[in-house]
Nanobody
């Protein structure tokens, strides 16, 4: 069982650079690939970024490539999402998720989800 708690969201001005954190419980965090997803009002959940269990491989949605960076610290059981050059269209609830199956852009392949943290980008 893995419990995930996101933090770091809030109201940010366009162009801002907040960092989201996702703290995981349990001793097996390093066994899981981790992903970030987001869901904007009235839209379906979408993939944002993923990272392999070792941190050696990362994947990004085209919409955030070059602006967002996913990273992890297995000693701290934490995964991060550094967001730069935020745009109003980045406004969403951001969720972190854990997958024993490996890095994936498919939400269905993730086993555990956090409650989400709201990020609102003002123009």
């Amino acid at each position: 069982q893995v419990q995930l708690v996101e933090s770091g969201g809030g109201l940010v001005q366009a162009g801002g650079s907040p960092r989201l954190s996702c703290a995981a419980s349990g001793r097996t965090f390093s066994s899981y690939a981790m992903g970030w997803f987001r869901q904007a009002p009235g839209k379906e959940r979408e993939f944002v970024a993923a990272i392999s269990w070792s941190g050696g491989s990362t994947y990004y949605a085209d919409s955030v490539k070059g602006r967002f960076t996913i990273s992890r610290d297995n000693a701290k059981n934490t995964v991060y999402l550094q967001m730069n050059s935020l745009k109003p269209e980045d406004t969403a609830v951001y969720y972190c998720a854990a997958s024993i199956h490996g890095s994936s852009w498919k939400g269905d392949e993730y086993d555990y989800w956090g409650q989400g943290t709201q990020v609102t980008v003002s123009s």
